[in-house]
Every structure is written in structure tokens, then in C-alpha cells.
């Protein structure tokens, strides 16, 4: 549109930047707002299993693995249905959904009626609801930036995750201790609530396109799942970030067993320990770019591993006093990696995916990453039980020591910029396209 002589000359292109960065800025609030939520639960859900009702390692183990579960069971199914539904509706039911769930739990306690049962009935079904969240949320991060703007906005995401650890660890911690562990979890219920009343200043995203029939759900489900595991560097991706995800849900499923009977410290100091990890995400996401552009991009993904790697050692001797502060260093190094992974690997997936596999590629990746979180959990459960939570410490240590591997030794490292963002060719949205072949390399 252009105005009279003297006027501002508005272009199309001015209105597009305009609206892109205000739906950025509502997607950021909603975000902030569902983060600091999910954080505060990590913290209360588990000492409400602990400290109210007498859980056992092994029943914390059984929770922990409920909350995960829902990626193994719908997680590559979700993919196909997000890429078929509008983003925006899909994380808005999803912060509802939790929003209600979660706001059962201070209820029953209130009324005396709380069971374990009850709060494995909650977290399995939040899950399903996260599954939709995490898999809708990065798919409708690239149409809300300019391709250009991607690594910037993934930078920003990732320091917002980072930022809800330690606000959410710190004020998870702070709030069981003050108001108890159930009226924390309410807390929980009300941010996602905040959240999914941000998401509704969006605007709808574009109808999810179709190019001829739809092909069956089980047909798309093996496009993202071939797209993933076809090719070199996101297979690489894929299982360096499963396997520290591994790692760390074995640490972390039994730190609330370790902090409240054996340690006897607070629930506060428990929270405080999981701040630090969002330090190092924050830092690691904050420093991610600087290291792609002075090493290259390759080189800053692979080789930050094995420089942090032994930090991991230091986890497993967390005791009272100076071991306190040796392990919540270690801790911070190998968070630091994760920040750095999840600026710079998001990014590489997102370029190197056709816009209409984000959802099923996206999903594929949460498939892994949190299938290994459910497998965590369960192992957990079990060595806590059955060899004790220090030993359970140290496999988990172990893990996280080895997770840098397949991209220390794939074709990753060898990458200096960032590729081009891949478009879509008739495969990706075809009736049956059982053919399709994996993305050209960079």
C-alpha cells in the first residue's frame, strides 16, 4: 500500500516483519509463563510423592517414567496430527488440558483424598498434553520468524527454558517449603492457564497444507521416522541427545530420594541444585552463536562435549558440605553443553527440514529424547531399589560422559555455516509416498 507524497510508504513486507515479531513476542510470554510452570512442577510433583505421601525410590521411579511415557506411546503419531492441525489450537488445548489436570492434585489434598494413584493418573496424562505442546511449539517457531531469524529466536527459546529452570527450580523449592508441596503444584495449574490465554493473541498460523489425498497417518508417521534416521547428521542429533537425556533423568529422578532422606537438606536446597542446571542451559544458549561463528558451526556442537565430559564425574560424590558445591559445579558444565545442543542442534534440524515434515520430524526427535527420559526413569526406579541411589548416580554420570560420540563422529564436525532451509518437494506431502528420500546434505 503506498500513501500521498510526504506520507509513510507502508510495504508488505514492513507488515509481515511487523506482525511476525508481535506473534513472536505473545508466543514469548506464553512460553515464560508455561516454562516457569514446568518448572515449578519438576520440583513439587515429585516431594508431593515424597514428603506427603511416603513414596517409595521406586514409586518416584514409577512416576517419573509416567510423566515421560506419553512420547513413547503417541509421540510419533502426534507429529503426523500436529502437521495436520492449525499450531496455534493445539497449544492451547494442550496448556488447558494440564491446567485442569494439575489443578486436581491441591484439590484431593485439601479434601484428604489424595493417593499415589491419583498423581500417577495426572502426570501420565499431563504428559499426553506435553507431547503436543513440545512437538506444536517447535513447529510453529519457523513460521513466526524469518528463516534468517532462527538460530536468534531458537537462542532466545532456549535461554527462556534455561531461565524458567532456575526461576521455576528456586521458586519450586521455595514455594514447597513455604506454602507445601500440593498448593505448589496449583501454582503450576494457574501458570499453564496464563499461558493458554497468551496463546489466543496469536494469529491462526496457515491451514495445514494438502496437496491431493492425505496420506494414512501410519505412512506419514514413517516420513518423519525415515527423514530422521536416513540421514547422517540428524540420526547423530538424535542419539547424542538421547543418550544425555538418558543421563540425566537417571540423576535427576533420584535427587528428591538423595536431598530428603539421606541428605536431609531442604526441599529449598534441592530446588536451588536444579537452578544451577538452568544456569548452565542459560549460559550455554547465551554463548551457543558466539562459538558457532569464531570455530564453526560443526566444530562448536562436537567438540564442546568432550572438553565437559569429565565434569560428569563430579556428580555421583553430591553430599552435604564442599562435595555440595563440587557436584552442583559439575552439574553446571554439563548443562552448559545442553544449552549449547539445544540452540545450535534445534537449528540445524529445523534448516534441514521441509516445512511440511517439521511436526513429524520434530515429533521423531521428542520420540527419542523423551522415550529416553521414560527409559531413564524406569532404570532408575530400579537401581535405586534394588543397588541404591549412588550407584544409580553413577550410570547416569556414565551416560552423560559418553553422550557426545555420534556427533563428535559424524559428518557434523566437518560443518562450518549453517545450510540452506530445505524445501519441500511432492514427497513430503504425497498420497503414499513410501519412496521419499532422505534430505540432501550441506
Not at 93 to 99: C, E, F, Q, Y
Not at 305 to 313: F, K, M, Q, S, W
Not at 348 to 371: D, E, I, K, V
Amino acid at each position: 500500500m503506498e500513501a500521498g507524497p510526504g506520507k509513510l510508504r507502508l510495504m508488505p513486507s514492513h507488515i509481515d516483519t511487523s506482525r511476525r515479531t508481535s506473534d513472536f513476542r505473545t508466543f514469548f510470554a506464553a512460553l515464560a509463563s508455561g516454562q516457569l510452570g514446568t518448572h515449578i512442577g519438576h520440583v513439587a510433583l515429585p516431594l508431593v510423592a515424597v514428603l506427603a505421601l511416603g513414596a517409595s525410590p521406586g514409586q518416584v521411579g514409577i512416576l517419573a517414567t509416567l510423566s515421560t511415557a506419553a512420547f513413547l506411546l503417541i509421540g510419533l503419531p502426534a507429529g503426523a496430527w500436529v502437521d495436520r492441525m492449525r499450531h496455534r489450537r493445539v497449544l492451547i488445548v494442550a496448556d488447558l488440558s494440564r491446567a485442569v489436570l494439575l489443578a486436581t492434585v491441591p484439590a484431593a489434598w485439601a479434601r484428604g483424598v489424595l493417593t499415589l494413584e491419583q498423581l500417577y493418573v495426572v502426570v501420565a496424562l499431563s504428559g499426553c498434553a506435553t507431547v503436543f505442546f513440545d512437538v506444536g511449539s517447535q513447529s510453529v517457531l519457523p513460521h513466526l520468524v524469518a528463516d534468517k531469524g532462527l538460530i536468534r529466536a531458537n537462542t532466545t527459546v532456549t535461554g527462556l527454558q534455561a531461565a524458567g529452570n532456575v526461576a521455576g527450580g528456586a521458586a519450586g523449592g521455595g514455594l514447597v517449603a513455604l506454602i507445601t508441596a500440593p498448593l505448589a503444584v496449583a501454582c503450576t495449574a494457574v501458570l499453564h492457564l496464563v499461558s493458554a490465554l497468551c496463546l489466543t493473541g496469536i494469529r491462526p498460523g496457515p491451514a495445514p497444507h494438502r496437496d491431493g489425498p492425505r496420506a494414512p497417518l501410519r505412512t506419514q508417521v514413517a516420513q518423519g521416522m525415515r527423514h530422521v534416521f536416513q540421514h547422517s547428521e540428524l540420526r547423530a542429533l538424535a542419539l547424542s541427545a538421547s543418550l544425555s537425556n538418558l543421563g540425566i533423568q537417571i540423576i535427576n529422578t533420584l535427587l528428591p530420594v538423595l536431598f530428603a532422606q539421606e541428605l536431609h537438606l531442604s526441599p529449598a536446597m534441592l530446588g536451588l541444585y536444579w537452578a544451577v542446571g538452568g544456569v548452565g542451559i542459560l549460559l550455554g544458549a547465551r554463548c551457543a552463536r558466539p562459538l558457532a561463528a569464531r570455530t564453526g558451526y560443526g566444530r562448536a556442537l562436537s567438540l564442546t562435549g568432550p572438553c565437559v565430559a569429565p565434569a560428569a564425574l563430579l556428580i555421583p560424590f553430591i553430599d552435604r558440605g564442599l562435595w555440595l558445591w563440587a557436584a552442583g559445579a559439575g552439574w553446571l558444565l554439563m548443562t552448559f553443553k545442553v544449552g549449547v545442543d539445544n540452540v545450535l542442534g534445534i537449528t540445524l534440524r529445523q534448516r534441514l527440514t521441509p516445512a511440511p515434515l517439521l511436526g513429524r520430524m520434530n515429533a521423531t526427535f521428542r520420540f527419542m529424547l523423551s522415550g529416553a527420559l521414560t527409559v531413564a526413569s524406569a532404570l532408575s526406579g530400579l537401581m535405586g531399589e534394588f543397588a541404591g541411589v549412588r550407584f544409580a548416580l553413577w550410570v547416569g554420570a556414565a551416560c552423560l560422559m559418553l553422550a557426545f560420540l555420534p556427533v563428535f563422529l559424524s559428518q557434523i564436525r566437518a560443518r562450518r555455516d549453517l545450510p540452506e532451509q530445505v524445501k519441500a518437494d511432492r514427497a513430503d506431502t504425497a498420497a503414499a509416498p513410501d519412496h521419499m528420500q532422505p534430505t540432501a546434505k550441506g
